[in-house]
């Protein structure tokens, strides 16, 4: 876009709306008017941790069922280590390098448009340029705190502005650390001005963390575009949100769809359709075309394209309603706390249940992958898929190769990187050889070429049976061939699958029938003989019959039943065990509890003898039933009982009942 653009339409672009909102579902609301409304659309967050985070953001991105075009994540403690989670339609670039542990970027792009990195060398700050469709040019950027002079990024990026500003649409997105609402400090005028002068203007003017606004998006183009700030509960930073009507974009987005076939119509069409026409040709290869086209004609008349609401369409299949229902509750409460940040029972309510959903989130997020790891553990082409979801192999990364040469001249340095990509086979080569302590004559004299086949092959004649036998063997959810036509289409409409009875061995062919819905069985299937004729010359098709459901021979019962009796027998051994642990067991535990307690009491009578203090007395814990049988406990009570009578001729009170005489 032209200077001359820009200030012809001063007047109505100067300011740029801005709308914030406290809760995600009232952002979910209002984004619905911008999705009916083609353009660009982005959302930035500082992330504070990807790896720790990311999970949290899919949830709440799942929840705002906006199609983005372009999503920035900031400040992702990046390294080489770090693993780029996929979401479903978008290609991801990262930064290679960062300028201290807690930075990094990294952007996702919509699949159907054509971004390219481009190399941006910015100081004291993470930056990452994209170029979309060779008309918008998107700087995402993270400049840490720990950079307080203005100056060194300010002068790097107005050298890169000169540079993307030929671009009809720029957009600059991402945390700066650069309070652009705080009228107390003047830092921000630079940078403001700045931007001004490549017609850059904001789009986020409310605060985005507590009551500063240092999450930008500045956007130079010839339409009106509106700013959204979100309050989330993942970081203490809000979700920036901007769209750019129409006019920015080179393509039009593709909205997800998905193609539903009507397999019941296409079985009753097939089976009244005349195939006389195929089965006259004379030559296979014009009947198997014909055959397909006919097919394939039938599939898409019987096929729909259906939209699939963004509601229904989750951009990870572990996001479930239980959970989201979580993330819900979790917010209302950090939005309650907001409101009241010196309430310490709301803070411990809301930290419990935050820590409940993170905990809940990756264990909801392990087990799916578990799952699929299992489930898929014996079919390698479907775990290869199932590991690349999990770590995606292709994500792009900002940076040149750690192959580097110091030499100034062009040639050299191209002859140096050409040695080295030349020799990457030779070297590990060498290296497996180092390691296995042999050479190469040496495997060489070891290696045994194959023997090879006689030159003579016999192929034995195809039949019906067998074909119908192949075909039934295919799996539906194999790929189609060259004719494209769906196996399940195949395999479930056309063909009926053989089986074999478990005695005699022979072909039987199951139908159901229409009214009683029980199985029917052909009596027996034609002779191999018959099968070679001619399709006039046959038989008329027999007869069916029915066939008993679950019917199994007397000497088959038998069998099974002796065969669960031993079964049964052996689950059931270790059982009988109990039978005399039961009967001996209390008795013994009888006799051990007696001769205990017999100890334990002579034991307290030793120690009675030796207390000094009258108050004192030991007692074994069975002590009214042993001292029953014990001569000294009731030499004891006879002589209390002596004591208490002459103290009651003395005293004149009655210590039996309790009252003065």
């Known amino acids: 876009m032209a200077l001359v653009d820009i200030i012809q339409n001063i007047d109505e672009i100067t300011t740029l709306e801005c709308h914030d909102f406290n809760q995600l579902d009232e952002c979910k609301e209002y984004c619905k008017n911008i999705n009916q409304v083609d353009g660009l659309k982005i959302l930035s967050l500082n992330i504070r941790s990807y790896q720790r985070n990311f999970d949290d953001f899919t949830v709440a991105l799942s929840r705002l069922e906006v199609n983005f075009d372009a999503i920035v994540l900031t400040e992702c403690w990046l390294n080489e280590g770090t693993i780029l989670e996929n979401i479903l339609g978008y290609n991801v670039f990262r930064t290679n390098t960062q300028q201290n542990k807690n930075g990094g970027i990294v952007i996702y792009i919509k699949n159907h448009h054509n971004a390219s990195i481009v190399q941006t060398s910015l100081q004291d700050t993470d930056s990452l340029l994209l170029v979309l469709n060779n008309r918008v040019a998107l700087l995402g950027l993270y400049r840490s705190p720990s950079f307080p002079n203005l100056t060194n990024f300010l002068d790097s990026l107005d050298e890169l502005l000169k540079t993307i500003n030929k671009y009809s649409t720029v957009i600059i997105i991402g945390d700066t650390n650069i309070d652009i609402i705080n009228t107390t400090n003047n830092k921000h005028h630079d940078y403001m001005s700045l931007m001004a002068s490549y017609s850059l203007l904001p789009a986020i003017t409310k605060p985005t963390r507590d009551k500063s606004c240092i999450d930008h998006i500045y956007i130079k183009c010839n339409t009106k575009s509106i700013g959204i700030t979100c309050k989330s509960s993942i970081t203490d930073h809000d979700m920036v949100i901007a769209h750019l009507p129409s006019n920015s974009t080179a393509r039009k987005k593709n909205n997800p769809w998905k193609l539903k076939t009507n397999e019941e119509n296409i079985a009753l069409e097939l089976a009244e359709h005349d195939w006389s026409d195929i089965l006259n040709q004379n030559c296979a290869s014009a009947a198997a075309t014909l055959l397909t086209k006919t097919l394939t004609a039938l599939i898409e008349k019987h096929t729909d394209k259906i939209k699939i609401p963004r509601s229904k369409l989750n951009l990870q299949p572990w996001i479930t309603p239980g959970l989201i229902r979580c993330i819900k509750h979790r917010d209302n409460l950090h939005l309650s706390l907001r409101s009241d940040p010196e309430n310490m029972s709301k803070k411990l309510i809301y930290t419990r249940y935050r820590n409940f959903c993170n905990e809940l989130l990756r264990k909801i997020r392990t087990d799916y992958d578990n799952r699929q790891i299992q489930e ?115 395999n479930g409409g056309t063909v009926r699958k053989l089986y074999y009875d478990d005695e005699t061995g022979e072909i039987i062919t199951y139908d159901v029938n229409d009214e009683t819905g029980e199985l029917l069985l052909e009596n027996k299937s034609p002779p191999f003989e018959n099968l070679r004729q001619p399709l006039d010359a046959r038989e008329p098709e027999a007869k069916y019959m029915k066939f008993p459901r679950g019917y199994m021979s007397k000497t088959k019962k038998f069998q099974l039943l002796k065969a669960n009796i031993i079964a049964g027998s052996n689950r059931t051994s270790h059982r009988l065990l109990l039978i005399p642990t039961l009967m001996i067991f209390p008795g013994l535990f009888c006799v051990i509890l007696m001769v ?12 009675n003898k030796k207390l000094k203090d009258p108050n004192l007395y030991y007692r074994s814990p069975f002590h009214v039933v042993t001292s029953t049988f014990c001569g000294v406990c009731r030499d004891c009570d006879t002589a209390s009982k002596i004591g208490q009578l002459q103290d009651q001729r003395r005293d004149r009170y009655d210590y039996f009942r309790g009252i003065a005489l």
Not at 410 to 420: E, F, M
């Open 376 to 490: 898929n553990n014996k079919n390698p082409q479907m775990l290869w898929k199932v590991l690349k979801s999990i770590y995606d192999p292709s994500a792009k990364k900002n940076g040149m190769p750690s192959v580097t040469s110091n030499s100034t001249d062009l040639i050299d340095s191209l002859n140096k990187y050409n040695a080295y990509f030349t020799t990457v086979g030779k070297n590990l080569a060498d290296t497996i050889l180092t390691r296995i302590s042999e050479t190469q004559e040496s495997l060489t004299s070891k290696y045994t070429p194959h023997k090879p086949s006689p030159n003579t092959f016999f192929l034995h004649p195809t039949d019906e049976r067998e074909i119908t036998n192949f075909i039934s063997q295919l799996k539906n959810d194999s790929s189609p061939g060259p004719d494209k036509i769906e196996m399940n289409i195949t």
């Open 596 to 607: 205990l307690e017999v100890f334990l009491h002579v034991r307290c009578h030793k120690k």
